[in-house]
T-cell receptor, first 113, second 114 residues
Framework: DVKVTQSSRYLVKRTGEKVFLECVQD?????MFWYRQDPGLGLRLIYF???????EKGDIPEGYSVSREKKERFSLILESASTNQTSMYLC????????????FGQGTRLTVV | KQEVTQIPAALSVPEGENLVLNCSFT??????LQWFRQDPGKGLTSLLL???SQREQTSGRLNASLDKSSGRSTLYIAASQPGDSATYLC?????????????WGAGTKLIIKP
């Protein structure tokens, strides 16, 4: 069974903290994505990666960075958490082969206080 | 630029009814279209994937169709149940500058009333 696993379901962090959100997939997928989801705004792409050590900015990269040191792991980093980064964060992965599905993790609900 | 629109944004129907959710996209050069379900506060679950060469896919009470030329897909849910209540999202995949892209609709929030 395919699996994308996010390290935490719920996180509460303080303003100014450095926050790491981890995502691991066991499908040997090349592509990995980080999204945030907010009411009324839908899914918005933060960063994505097409290969190890490769990263591309999505629609809303400001305030975030990512790391992909290994193929199976894609980390989202909030350098200095702010209250407007309170959101649901979703990780996804897919094969580079044309026409394949994207699979999602269970999501991390991050609250910054 | 590829845009994906889902109408309606919300839908409430009595249990047992058949219903249709709509997804439209502006650029027909897609590789596939995927329908997802999301329950409140949780991640996404893939429901159906339709390749660009296919017209429809079926899974249980769900049937998804794809008309690439008109830029439309529908998700048909037969004999709706309260457990079908969720937000349904569609996403299209395509190649842009040699990179794989996924573009999402905003979703349709479905409520099935017992």
């Amino acid at each position: 069974d395919v699996k994308v696993t996010q390290s935490s379901r719920y996180l509460v962090k303080r303003t100014g903290e450095k926050v790491f959100l981890e995502c691991v997939q066991d499908m040997d997928h090349e592509n990995m994505f980080w999204y945030r989801q907010d009411p009324g705004l839908g899914l918005r792409l933060i960063y994505f990666s097409y290969d190890v050590k490769m990263k591309e900015k999505g629609d809303i990269p400001e305030g975030y960075s990512v790391s992909r040191e290994k193929k199976e792991r894609f980390s989202l980093i909030l350098e200095s958490a702010s209250t407007n980064q309170t959101s649901m964060y979703l990780c996804a992965s897919s094969s580079r082969r044309v026409g394949t599905e994207a699979f999602f993790g269970q999501g991390t609900r991050l609250t910054v206080v | 630029k590829q845009e994906v629109t889902q109408i309606p944004a919300a839908l409430s129907v009595p249990e047992g009814e058949n219903l249709v959710l709509n997804c439209s996209f502006t650029d027909s050069a897609i590789y596939n279209l995927q329908w997802f379900r999301q329950d409140p506060g949780k991640g996404l679950t893939s429901l159906l994937l339709i390749q660009s060469s296919q017209r429809e896919q079926t899974s249980g009470r769900l049937n998804a169709s794809l008309d690439k030329s008109s830029g439309r897909s529908t998700l048909y849910i037969a004999a709706s149940q309260p457990g079908d209540s969720a937000t349904y999202l569609c996403a299209v995949s395509f190649l842009m500058d040699s990179n794989y892209q996924l573009i999402w609709g905003a979703g349709t929030k479905l409520i099935i009333k017992p």
